[in-house]
RNA sequence: GGCCCGGUAGCUCAGCUGGAUAGAGCACCAGCCUCCGAAGCUGGGGGUCGCGCGUUCGAAUCGCGCCCGGGUCACCA
């Protein structure tokens, strides 16, 4: 109906520019439902756009629209000129009747579009190295980025979801080394640095302790999982392994261990992967050779001081950068940037990579020296999130990854469901500080935890179904819905809220901004809660048949429309509670 | 210092490719109710949209300058 309109308005617009001898494109003028209910339907502001166009003020433009308006009186009720000259349209009576019987037909379709039909999206999020248990940073990450692939699906993409991950680098080596040394101080082999020291990075580092070597790295993993690990191993392995630093065998167990139990945290979070993909691979099929001659051929590299650098000077950017170090071992940006190839190889039409805000100056870097290599650069976006903090009993607590007083996801989620996990994980837009109220998240107060809220609401079409069930009365379907009996203002209200959800998934989707989701359900929760609460005056079953059946049409209306939404987080829609 | 992100009600935050009187939740105040599903409903107070200038019919939204907070500027990942 929106759609008609708008074509109707289109086809207006455009007999007006003839008359005026404009053959020019037509504006892009918006039609959205006004905040102000006396406002109407919809307002369009076209000839606020055309007024300087056609030299006539913006009111006399929107009098001839509303004049032309006329023409389509079974789509449009009235029309009238306000403010400025906004075109304020009231649709003609019939709408909500077909609003309801497509919720129903198309259930969990409904709200779906087609813009992103036959794409092929790569959303490429997490790829957190495993070198530790994800933390609340990389919770934030998963949501975001599963909720971002849920709406592309929803949009008609076809999505592969992936995991990509550094197992080649220093930073392993540096993990096993920390795993060895914890091995050999459980067999009284080594010395461990006292806390107060590896809290500190600028205290003495002792070479030894009381006569035993510490071998513990400067720069190692502290976080108690590294002494289980370690346990592990002398668990399998028995306590004669040569403490020799290039043994492998502790790299590769914390590895594996560390993978496991990522992939486990995964799992509680409800997030599949598709692909999981990883440096050493790139390194063994010979991509990152490749992609060093492919830069090298194109004249971006050269060597300086024994180490060979990315002129990246010439693409534009503020800097070189080093892709193979005097050590000849490569820094990350080299296979990041023959991933990033692989991507377009592997087909995809848009390649989208979330990442926290402490990785966005790597981007910049990756997307250029791919566009040097003709990859279509325009068609990857970065998604860019920043940090969470913690808030408990009005504290906030710091999180630090180097030190070991980070919280895991694991922590939160003895203490949270994770549907509120990631209900609170979307709520707020990636740009911005997240700042996990832990004390709200704890509230099993429905009416004060939103996301108990949005689940509620849902769950209490169910209620009212049940109840309807009891007293014998069917419930309506797409062929015998019937909204004509729904006048209450309330009502109206959340027939246009159901009305706007097709928009809502469509700009989430467009804009990878899944949080406009999580608005738009606590928005719906917060007209029908209340609408049922106050069954005083509007109970949705009563001695009146039609109206009951209009209302149980609503009822599973939000039902289906809150489902859905609640599935583009990720978040469960209970039937009961 | 350069670059990126943020600054909107007491708190946590929405606010679309600029639109009409800037919104929600929590907290606070007052009245009503105990109802299909449970401490609920209704109303109210509370704002220099960080500051200034500019762009125009119109700016929280766009541009420029500054202030504050966070991030980042490795031969770390």
Not at 56 to 76: F, G, Q, S, T, Y
Not at 164 to 177: A, S
Not at 358 to 364: G, Y
Request: proline letters at 5%; one cysteine or more.
């Amino acid at each position: 109906m929106k759609e008609a309109l708008r074509d109707n308005l289109e086809r207006h617009l455009r007999a007006l520019l003839d008359e005026h001898g404009d053959d020019g494109a037509l504006p892009e003028f918006a039609l959205e439902v006004p905040k102000n209910p006396d406002h109407g339907d919809f307002a369009c502001n076209a000839a606020l756009l055309l007024a300087k166009r056609l030299g006539n003020p913006p009111r006399a433009i929107a009098e001839r629209l509303v004049a032309a308006l006329a023409d389509a009186p079974d789509l449009v009720e009235s029309a009238e000129v306000a403010g400025p000259g906004f075109v304020n349209i009231r649709l003609a009576g019939a709408r909500w009747h077909d609003l309801l019987r497509r919720v129903l037909e198309e259930g969990p379709r409904f709200g779906h579009g087609d813009s992103h039909a036959d794409l092929k999206c790569q959303v490429e999020f997490v790829s957190a190295n495993p070198t530790g248990p994800l933390t609340l940073g990389h919770g934030r990450q998963a949501v975001l980025g599963d909720s971002i692939a849920r709406l592309l699906a929803a949009l008609g993409a076809k999505v592969t979801r992936e995991y990509y991950f550094n197992n080649g680098g220093r930073q392993m080596r540096v993990l096993g080394e920390s795993v060895r040394a914890r091995y050999l101080e459980a067999l009284g082999r080594a010395a461990s640095p006292s806390v107060d020291v590896l809290a500190d990075a600028e205290a003495d580092w002792p070479e030894e302790i009381d006569g035993l070597p510490v071998v513990f790295p400067r720069d190692g993993y502290q976080g108690g999982y590294i002494s289980d690990i370690a346990a592990e191993i002398r668990g399998e392995h028995g306590d004669d392994l040569p403490a020799k630093t290039e043994d492998a065998i502790f790299r590769e167990a914390a590895e594996k261990t560390i993978f496991v139990d990522i992939r486990k945290t995964l799992d509680a979070m409800g997030i599949e992967f598709d692909v999981y993909s990883n440096e050493i691979d790139l390194y063994e099929e010979g991509k990152v050779e490749a992609v060093l001659a492919d830069l090298r051929g194109c004249g971006l590299v050269y060597e300086e001081d024994d180490a060979v650098w990315l002129r990246a000077t010439k693409l534009g950017l503020d800097r070189d950068r080093v892709l193979v170090k005097r050590t000849g071992e490569p820094t990350y940006l080299l296979p990041d940037i023959a991933y990033h190839r692989e991507k377009f190889r592997r087909g995809f039409d848009r390649v989208i990579d979330v990442q926290g805000a402490d990785h966005i100056e790597q981007f910049p870097f990756v997307r250029e020296a791919i566009g040097a290599l003709d990859c279509p650069k325009d068609r990857v976006e970065l998604v860019m999130h920043q940090f969470v903090t913690l808030t408990e009993g009005g504290e906030q607590l710091k999180q630090s990854t180097r030190r070991a007083n980070f919280v895991t996801i694991d922590e939160l989620l003895e203490q949270i469901s994770v549907d509120v996990f990631r209900f609170f994980m979307v709520q707020r837009k990636a740009e911005g500080h997240l700042d996990f109220d832990l004390d709200l998240a704890k509230e099993t107060d429905w009416k004060k935890n939103p996301a108990y809220y949005v689940q509620y609401a849902h769950a209490r079409t169910h209620g009212i179904e049940r109840k309807a069930s009891e007293m014998g009365v069917p419930m309506p379907d797409a062929q015998s819905v019937d909204a004509d009996a729904l006048v209450l203002q309330e009502e109206i209200g959340l027939l246009k809220k159901i009305a706007e959800f097709p928009d809502v998934v469509a700009r989430a989707g467009e804009s990878r901004e899944p949080h406009h989701v999580a608005y738009y359900a606590r928005d719906l929760a917060g007209l029908w809660n209340p609408y049922v609460q106050d069954g005083n005056r509007h109970r949705v079953l009563s001695d009146d048949a039609s109206l009951t059946s209009a209302r149980l049409g609503i009822a599973l209306a939000v039902r289906t429309v809150l489902a859905n939404a609640l599935d583009l987080l990720g978040v469960s829609a209970p039937e009961r509670m």
